[in-house]
Structures are given as structure tokens and as C-alpha cells.
């Protein structure tokens, strides 16, 4: 009997413990990646070289990347891909050579 009244007690706090709410739980979670931007000599030739070379869909921006969210596969969301001249203040007031949306 005491044994099985110990057991409870150790299960009731593991499930507690399980179900608290710690700061680590409400800190934001990174979900996805929004874009991929980088610095070249000459962004349309870059667009164009990895078009050909890579297969990438390229627009005026860059390429546009699909995909459907593990949580909600209904959902598509998109990342962008995209090279900038060399010296564009786009990246401010980082920098550096890439960023990462």
C-alpha cells in the first residue's frame, strides 16, 4: 500500500511538472524562413546563372520558393530568394554579405 501511495505521488508530480508553463515555453519560436538574400556583382546575371545551371523559376526579384506548413498542410506559404547589388543599403544597418528573413 505504501509503495502504490508513493508511486501516485511520484506520477502526479512527473504529470505536473509535464503541464507547468516555464519561461522557455512562451519564448517565440522561429516557424520558418521568410527569405534568403545575398550580395552579388550582378544580380541578373546571378538569377540567370542559377536558372539555367540550378533549374531556379527566376523573377524580377529573384525566385519564389512554395510550400505547404507541416502543421497546416492546406497552408502554402512562400520563401524568397534573392541576390542584391553589391553596396545596396538593403541589408541596414547590418554588414553583412547575406540575410536570412
Request: aromatic fraction near 14%; glycine fraction near 6%.
Amino acid at each position: 500500500m505504501v509503495w502504490q501511495l508513493k508511486n501516485k505521488q511520484m506520477n502526479d508530480s512527473k504529470n505536473q511538472a509535464e503541464n507547468s508553463t516555464s519561461p522557455a515555453d512562451t519564448t517565440p519560436k522561429v516557424t520558418g524562413i521568410g527569405g534568403i538574400f545575398f550580395f552579388a556583382d550582378n544580380p541578373q546575371e546571378t538569377k540567370e546563372w542559377y536558372a539555367k545551371n540550378l533549374g531556379l523559376d527566376i523573377n524580377e526579384y529573384g525566385s519564389t520558393f512554395e510550400f505547404r506548413n507541416a502543421d497546416r498542410p492546406d497552408e502554402i506559404n512562400q520563401l524568397q530568394w534573392s541576390p542584391f547589388k553589391n553596396g545596396s543599403d538593403y541589408f541596414a544597418p547590418s554588414k553583412k554579405e547575406f540575410m536570412i528573413n
